[in-house]
Nanobody, 123 residues
Framework: QVQLVESDGGLVQAGGSLRLSCVASGVTFSTYGMGWFRQRPGKEREFVSAINWTGDRTYYADSVKGRFTISRDNAKNTVYLQMNSLKPEDTAVYYC????????????????WGQGTQVTVSS
């Protein structure tokens, strides 16, 4: 079976940093692109960032560009999201997902999803 598990969310003050991790199992992790999405209360899930399978192409939403960095370690089956200069607007449940082809920017192009990790940024 395929399983994605996010971790290391938490509570941080505005301007602080967090690093999220997503560990994959039951899949050939290194051959797939990976993405991060987030969902705020009452809103649809939105794209945050993505990385291709080799790690040499990255993609970011305009709202996080320059503040967040995505990376991956294929030997550890892990993708990371380093979040700096956090804002209260970043408060959301963050999900990682395995890409299946097509655009990186929309949820239907991802085949498997984790259950999410909560990030709360206080003002």
């Amino acid at each position: 079976q395929v399983q994605l598990v996010e971790s290391d969310g938490g509570l941080v003050q505005a301007g602080g940093s967090l690093r999220l991790s997503c560990v994959a199992s039951g899949v050939t992790f290194s051959t797939y692109g990976m993405g991060w999405f987030r969902q705020r209360p009452g809103k649809e899930r939105e794209f945050v960032s993505a990385i291709n399978w080799t790690g040499d192409r990255t993609y970011y939403a305009d709202s996080v560009k320059g503040r967040f960095t995505i990376s991956r370690d294929n030997a550890k089956n892990t993708v990371y999201l380093q979040m700096n200069s956090l804002k209260p607007e970043d408060t959301a449940v963050y999900y990682c997902a395995r890409h299946r082809g097509g655009s990186y920017y929309v949820p239907p192009t991802y085949a498997y999803w984790g259950q999410g990790t909560q990030v709360t940024v206080s003002s």
